[in-house]
């Protein structure tokens, strides 16, 4: 049973075998022959692109959409469209205001292309239980967030100006709990809080604006009875113990990690883990062979609590 496997490594629990997950994001498009901006704004065609890939690749679960944007979009920022990647942020309502002075309200599911993207949950769902393919969905974390609302000043206010900071981030973190709801109404058994950048800060810095700001999201979720996970990018070992010290049933990381470090730290703290098939070495660039690639992620980590992905 695929998809009990991945339910199952995601809360840190023994499996027969690593399951896999591709993060196959606006690469869907590109298997279904359109352009991405076109499938992200077409429920028809987002629905159709996960699916495919989904039975392509053989999968054990995949995200709905794998897209930093919507969150972001769903509560006033303007996007800029790519026909190969995701959309870009281009206004940041509180570069220089409060959520409150700029009269941010929160997100309902008519807003931006939450409507898109429920659509697409109700015809992909049944195909993808089909497969016995996990439906994920993945939305947008606090500081990650707070940077498209705010722009590239939050990194500075988190220590300068943190009464500021504190109210953007936590607006976003109300943002993501409600995102999280949406999810778990459209079915996503498994469901991430993704926060890229959270990997550029302190710990200490981690723990007071994003470990905080992720529990309403987190409380969502497990009140809903899905399953959690916190990713993140770039090289964040000096936060991945607060990583770990999230309530969230595990968690992933990106390719810059030695794996075997983030088993044993996973392993710790009962948490399940994913990663660490290099994107950028192996599968866009060919600098390494990603069939030995695969072999080394796997052969590190083992069969507790670990899923193989992209890292």
């Known amino acids: 049973m695929p998809k009990q496997r991945l339910i199952d490594a995601y809360r840190g629990k023994r499996t027969d075998s690593p399951p896999w997950v591709p993060y196959a994001g606006v690469h869907c498009a590109f298997l279904i022959n359109e352009p991405a901006d076109k499938m992200l704004q077409d429920p028809d065609l987002l629905a159709k692109g996960v699916v495919n890939a989904a039975k392509r690749y053989q999968a054990d679960g995949i995200p709905l959409v794998f897209d930093l944007s919507v969150e972001a979009n769903s509560v006033g920022c303007q996007l800029k469209w790519w026909p190969d990647n995701v959309p870009s942020v281009t206004t940041h309502p509180c570069s220089d205001r409060t959520p409150t002075q700029a009269a941010l309200q929160l997100p309902t599911p008519a807003s931006g292309r939450w409507p898109v993207i429920f659509e697409a949950a109700r015809i992909a769902k049944p195909r993808l239980d089909e497969l016995d393919c996990v439906m994920m969905g993945l939305f947008c974390g606090p500081l990650t967030l707070a940077s498209h609302l705010a722009g590239v000043r939050i990194f500075t206010d988190v220590y300068k100006k943190k009464e500021f900071a504190h109210e953007v981030i936590k ?30 800060i302190k710990p200490e810095t981690f723990r007071e604006f994003v470990a905080t700001n992720v529990q309403p999201a987190i409380r969502v979720i497990h009140d809903a009875g899905r399953t959690s996970s916190f990713f993140i990018c770039g090289d964040c070992t000096k936060v991945l113990e607060e990583v770990c010290k999230l309530d969230t049933h595990g968690f992933a990381i990106d390719e810059q990690l030695n794996l075997l470090f983030v088993r044993d730290l996973a392993r710790k703290y009962n948490k399940g883990f994913g990663g660490n098939l290099k994107l950028t070495l192996a599968l866009s660039l060919g600098l390494l062979s990603p069939r030995e690639d695969a072999i080394v992620s796997l052969a590190a980590g083992g069969t507790i609590g670990y899923t193989f992905a992209p890292g």
Do not use: K, L
């Not at 993501?176 to 950048?197: K, L, N, R, S, T």
């Open 171 to 200: 607006f976003a973190g109300e943002i993501g709990a409600v995102a999280a709801q949406f999810y778990a109404e459209m079915g996503c058994e498994i469901i991430a809080i993704v926060d890229p950048v959270a990997s550029q």
